[in-house]
């Protein structure tokens, strides 16, 4: 499955941003996807994840009530809503599938990965 991460910017501490990932080649309904971000000098960290049929989600403790992860299987698309951001969310932001609900927060665990988004968040 091939990834295109969209929807990067520039935002103020406090708004809002959606990226958007869509996804071509196999079935995307059969891929568990997930979103993570790497900060200039910093390793690459667990955002959050989505089942293949949008019945459990699951966030990192720094974005959770804030961030939220959906998907439209009818398009091949998962979706990053992000509010109330801060500076410290600033990164570019991935996104990634793979086959199964285990070890979703570990980024070795994702077979194919998008080109990244750019996000940044001014105080």
């Known amino acids: 499955v091939q990834l295109q991460a969209s929807g990067g910017g520039l935002v103020q501490a406090g708004g809002s941003l959606r990226l958007s990932c869509a996804a071509s080649?196999?079935?995307?309904?059969?891929?568990?996807m997930g979103w993570f971000r790497q900060a200039p000098g910093k390793e690459r960290e667990f955002v959050g994840a989505?089942?293949?049929?949008?019945?459990?989600?699951h966030y990192a403790d720094s974005v959770k009530g804030r961030f939220t992860i959906s998907r439209d299987n009818a398009v091949n698309t998962v979706y990053l809503q992000m509010n109330s951001l801060k500076p410290e969310d600033t990164a570019v932001y991935y996104c990634?599938?793979?086959?199964?609900?285990?070890?979703?927060?570990?980024?070795?665990?994702?077979?194919?990965w998008g080109q990244g988004t750019q996000v940044t968040v001014s105080s």
């Open positions: 990634a599938a793979k086959g199964f609900w285990t070890e979703i927060a570990t980024s070795a665990a994702y077979d194919y």
């Open positions: 080649g196999r079935t995307f309904s059969s891929y568990v």
């Open positions: 989505i089942t293949r049929n949008s019945i459990s989600e």
